[in-house]
């Protein structure tokens, strides 16, 4: 039964977490624009997408914005979002024991029906403990389920949420992590999960058990429930009692694109643009990638749907940016004619596509014309193998040819640098393969090459090879030696080639992720023990040293080192029977055959496609032969086709439009906007470069015709006159919009006040004339109000004393400061000469309020947060001359000699020259 006492626990609680005090605080608002917020009482089952990595990760997952839209758009179900906190937080929450908290309705998640994580990571269940421990839940289902069998399951009295996970990793092989979860969701989740919130209400109303719901849950195709399975002496996962399945078919949902325009994030996130997908799947069968084998087959969406898409999320969400999201753009036949329509329709909008990695030997003017513009993305393909023979194995479907065309095309349309991914591991690989990594990316570079321009320059990334289950090559191994053996012989190559960086995946990475990736259930126990020292997913990037020592540690401690030297040894390799040209014809050896029938850990997850079509297809790349591409080709049998799974839509691609060119900005200047704008409430945890960016997305949604400047990378003519620091509240702050047409200040207040939280008022709007010298050329002065206590809470002194101090303040010539600069000097300044005014506004917080002109929340946080307010007017220029609030604190101090403490600080205005 559930122990957290949740009545102490409030979302005024959490309020008092979220300040300045934390790093990026705004993370945790749930106020974003796009924000669900569905009154508790009328839900029957409440989620939450629980997102096992920071805010600016887990926020820009195009995944969880659809499923939390999806979700909330269910009648009688609400959605929440949580995500890992950064470590400032969490150790905020661990030293006043609060629990984690969904960030919309701040709720501690013991609170909600069921929690759904999502996994697409071999290392990133240990995060998911983390989550799990911070919202004081029993991190597996058997501790979970301590209550008594038949009990009725309800969050309400005390029950424990339903913990599930979805995702790559989840749906590929859960056995490693099957301790923690109540189930499973495989596949996509579009469909799925609004029917699990339907048998989850049903068991509700009816009073079901938790064993009781799972069993009804166990029904639900892609719906895997672990404790219904045990693990078998030979390695397979077998069905414990006959009235569940004996093999977990994974779900298949067509694309839905427009559930893509959610959520936009205050703060900037990874991917901080509007994403639409537009082909789910890949049949391209290159026999590395799982991705390409769990996701099949593959679903196009229309082109109309994608450009209408798009469109409207560009003008709802305000982005300057979207990205065409695929795991094969380039096989997306339409994605000519979509990219060039889209960019056709928002030319004058600054608008910028990016498309992730894409086919080489499908890059052409028309691809280049899309990606290309003043603001040029990155550009990254994937040869993945260095010479013709080792593409063939792997089945890239990829030649020298197409790819220095690709390429070359790239560097004529003007593009100076490349990123190339290359894998090193993969079966049958020779020194000269590995070479020839080094010779292609030289090759490349002499061939593209243009009198009177820089060469070409190319980032190159090479990983090692990761055996995945569901793919042909889940039976291959290489040692950790033989992986720094080759990464050695190759760096050597490489530094030898001007104009290339190679970065190279930690073999210490690769041995752990294969390990964890292609385990069985006794792996949980290593999960939790990695967990519990300090494994999480970033402590690779902070000390990869201590989190490999983390996780081995965690392996002996499970008894299983002797397993992970296996593989880490390359237990089993598939060289010595590659064909070569000496060992024409000969057939696979019995020790691989009898490899290939062993069972596997996750042959219970029914993927679609069949396991002897991958051991067949294995064979083919023994051979080097080539499986074609079933979309465009004849069918390769794999399986997959059929009522269950449905089949591959292909559509065909329309006509391409003309191309009408890349953005111009419009730098014409036809009227300076001046606005006073408020920042009130939580706004004030906005960071002064996310405000900007809020008011840059509120000008696109409004359809200003704001001006633009020049030059390579153009922006928006929006100049704030200073910068409002974090925490600070202000009803006065001044930004200068300048037009290309004219707009009445009437209809400019009326438009952007639309597009702007309610906690960003507009104070007034008025035209400025554009020979007048900006509002960051005229800010003179700045007034403050500022709540201020003695620092011992039991000193207090009355009015009389504030008094005597602020005379004394006046009274003085100078008051000096010694500061240090930024290079390290030290000066000494006067801080007296900066100050102009200074009074206490409200002499005794106790008996009066703060200035009745002031917006009801700022007087209340000033009235909390001070034993008197003081009003003061001081130097706020940008030229580095201006009286902070520590300067007025700091004054003070030296006149009374008490040692002071500053409370609630707000803006009341800008005072310009």
């Known amino acids: ?28 608002l749930g106020n974003e624009r796009g924000a669900v917020h569905k009154p508790w009482s ?15 990760v887990g926020a820009s997952n195009l995944g969880h914005i659809i499923l939390y839209s999806i979700l909330n758009a269910q009648p009688r179900q609400l959605c929440d979002r949580a995500y890992l906190p950064a470590a400032d937080l969490t150790q905020k929450l661990r030293d006043r024991q609060m629990p984690l908290f969904a960030v919309e309705s701040r709720r501690a998640l013991v609170d909600f029906d069921i929690l759904g994580f999502s996994l697409s990571y071999e290392l990133g269940a240990t ?28 969050v309400a009295d005390g029950s424990w949420p339903l913990i599930f996970a979805g995702g790559g990793t989840a749906t590929s092989n859960p056995e490693p992590y099957a301790d923690f979860f109540d189930f499973v969701a495989l596949g996509d989740g579009e469909e799925l999960l609004p029917e699990v919130g339907l048998v989850l209400e049903e068991g509700k109303a009816a009073g079901l058990s ?50 893509s325009i959610g959520l936009v994030p205050y703060v900037e996130t990874v991917h901080d643009r509007l994403t639409v997908e537009i082909r789910r799947g890949c049949t391209r069968g290159c026999r590395f990638c799982q991705p390409g084998m769990l996701t099949r087959p593959a679903r196009d969406v229309p082109p109309e749907q994608v450009i209408d898409t798009i469109e409207k999320g560009m003008r709802e969400t305000g982005y300057n940016e979207f990205s065409l999201l695929s795991l094969s753009c380039s096989d997306y036949l339409a994605l000519p004619a979509v990219g060039l329509e889209v960019k056709n329709r928002l030319k004058n909008d600054n608008i910028n596509l990016s498309l992730p990695s894409q086919r080489v030997d499908r890059f052409d003017e028309n691809i280049a014309n899309i990606v290309g513009g003043l603001r040029q993305t990155g550009l990254t393909f994937a040869p993945e193998a260095g010479t ?21 095309t790239a560097y004529e349309q003007g593009w100076e640098r490349v990123k190339l991914y290359f894998m090193i591991g993969l079966p049958g690989e020779t020194d000269i393969d590995v070479l020839g990594i080094a010779e292609t990316v030289r090759w490349l570079r002499r061939e593209c090459f243009i009198k009177g321009r820089r060469a070409l320059k190319f980032n190159i990334t090479i990983s090692n090879l990761t055996p995945k289950p569901h793919t042909p090559f889940q039976w291959h191994s290489v040692s950790t030696e033989e992986f720094r053996r080759k990464q050695e012989l190759l760096k050597a190559e490489l530094n030898a080639i001007r104009g290339v960086k190679a970065n190279f995946t930690d073999v210490r990475i690769s041995a752990m992720e294969n390990f964890v990736g292609r385990g069985d259930r006794r792996l949980s126990a290593v999960v939790r023990r990695a ?12 000390s990869l040293e201590n989190a490999f020592g983390a996780w081995t540690q965690a392996i002996a401690d499970a008894g299983l080192d002797w397993q992970y030297r296996q593989v880490e040894s390359g237990e089993w390799n598939l060289d010595e029977n590659i064909a070569t040209a000496d060992r ?23 993927t679609g496609i069949e396991k002897s079509w991958l051991q067949d297809d294995l064979k083919r790349a023994l051979e080097a032969a080539v499986v074609p591409d079933c979309s465009f080709e004849g069918c390769s049998h794999c399986g997959i086709c059929g009522p269950d799974f449905g089949h591959n839509i292909v559509v065909p691609p329309p006509e391409i439009p003309q191309f009408v060119g890349h953005f111009k900005p419009n730098q014409d200047r036809a009227q300076r906007i001046r606005v006073r704008v408020g920042k009130l409430g939580e706004l004030a945890l906005i960071g002064h470069l996310d405000f900007a960016r809020l008011m840059d997305r509120a000008i696109r949604r409004a359809a200003l015709p704001i001006a633009f400047t020049g030059g390579f990378h153009p922006g928006p003519r929006i100049s704030p006159a200073n910068a409002l620091p974090l925490g600070m509240t202000s009803t006065g702050e001044i930004i200068d919009f300048e037009l290309t047409e004219r707009v009445s200040p009437v209809e400019f207040q009326t438009r952007l006040q639309a597009q702007l939280p309610a906690d960003v008022p507009l104070q007034s709007v008025e ?9 960051t050329k005229s800010l003179d002065r700045a007034e403050y109000l500022l709540a201020m206590s003695i620092e011992a809470g039991d000193n207090l002194r009355d009015s009389a004393d504030w008094q005597q101090w602020i005379a004394q303040v006046l009274a003085a010539e100078e008051i000096m400061q010694t500061k240090t600069t930024k290079s390290g000097k030290t000066k000494q300044v006067n801080l007296r000469s900066h100050l102009y005014d200074l009074e206490i506004v409200c002499p005794d917080v106790v008996d009066s309020a703060a200035p009745s002109s002031l917006p009801n929340s700022v007087q209340q946080k000033l009235a909390a947060t001070g034993q008197v307010i003081v009003r003061y007017v001081g130097s706020c220029r940008n030229d580095g001359t201006l009286l902070r609030p520590k300067g007025v604190l700091t004054m003070m101090e030296s006149v009374s000699g008490q040692t002071l403490v500053l409370g609630h600080i707000h803006r009341v205005q800008l005072i310009l020259n």
Do not use: C
């Open 210 to 259: 938790r064993e009781e719901i799972l069993l009804d849950l166990a029904q639900v195709p892609g719906v895997y429930v672990p404790r219904f399975y045990d693990m078998a002496a030979d390695g397979s996962v077998q069905p414990n009692r006959p009235d569940v399945p004996d093999r977990v078919l994974r779900r298949v949902a067509p694309p839905m694109p427009e559930y």
């Open 1 to 28: 039964m559930s122990s957290v006492s949740t009545p102490a626990f409030s979302s005024e609680t959490v309020t008092d977490l979220l300040n300045a005090d934390i790093s990026r605080p705004a993370r945790y």
């Open 767 to 775: 035209e400025v004339s554009l020979q007048l010298p900006s509002a």
């Open 388 to 408: 013709q023979r080792m593409r063939d194995i792997i089945n890239k479907g990829l030649t020298n040819e197409e790819l220095l065309r690709g390429v070359k």
């Open 584 to 606: 024409a014809g000969q057939d696979v050896s019995e020790a691989m055959l009898a490899v290939l029938d062993r069972p596997l850990p996750w042959d219970h997850i029914d």
């Open 127 to 154: 995060n998911i403990l983390e989550m799990l421990s911070l919202a004081q839940i029993p991190l597996t289902w058997k501790e979970r389920d301590r209550s008594p069998a038949q009990s009725k399951w309800n």
């Open 42 to 56: 009328t839900a029957a089952v409440r989620w939450v997408l629980t997102y096992p990595e920071i805010y600016e």
């Open 531 to 542: 967990w519990e020292l300090g494994a999480g997913m970033d402590a690779w990037w902070e």
